[in-house]
């Protein structure tokens, strides 16, 4: 169960590191020349945020991911998950300190998304045992759709 609420929580990471596997776009008109120009600006602020003040957090971020997932893969891990879920709150706020350009995530869903991460390592910090470990980390069933709806926003607005 814990394996299965935790796996969902690498999407972001990827997005942000530069490992995105974001949906096929479909073809469409081009948009007009306001609009492309106004995409391509808000590009250039995602990727200098992206490459610049907000790489390493990222980076930290995607690990202190990729480790609670691995943790959470592990039979009656529950000391191993909480410090794991322990370093991706602290991951995620760090990241939170170096807010997505407006433009790139006009909705939120990265916030979104950083916010349900600290709120389920706080809860983790005072669960004792698995169960309530698990029942810590339900904040967490709500990032898949969150880091969809923000990899479809990058699109939208970047056209990363």
């Avoid at 530069?18 to 469409?28: K, L, Q």
């Amino acid at each position: 169960m814990a394996a299965k609420i935790i796996a969902g929580v690498l999407l972001t990471a990827a997005v942000l590191t530069g490992c995105s596997s974001a949906a096929n776009s479909t073809s469409a008109a081009p948009p007009p020349k306001a609009a492309r120009t106004s995409r391509l600006a808000c590009k250039q602020r995602y990727l200098a945020w992206k490459n610049g003040p907000a790489k390493s957090a990222a980076e930290r971020f995607s690990a202190a991911q990729t480790a609670l997932s691995a943790a959470g893969s592990k039979e009656n891990n529950a000391s191993g998950i909480a410090t794991a879920a322990k370093a991706e709150g602290q991951a995620a706020a760090r990241l939170d300190a170096f807010p997505v350009p407006a433009c790139a995530d006009p909705r939120g869903y990265l916030a979104a998304v950083l916010t349900d991460v600290r709120t389920a390592a706080a809860k983790a910090a005072t669960a004792s045992g698995l169960s309530s470990l698990v029942t810590a980390l339900a904040p967490l069933k709500t990032v898949p759709g969150l880091e969809s709806d923000f990899t479809a926003e990058l699109k939208r607005t970047t056209g990363i």
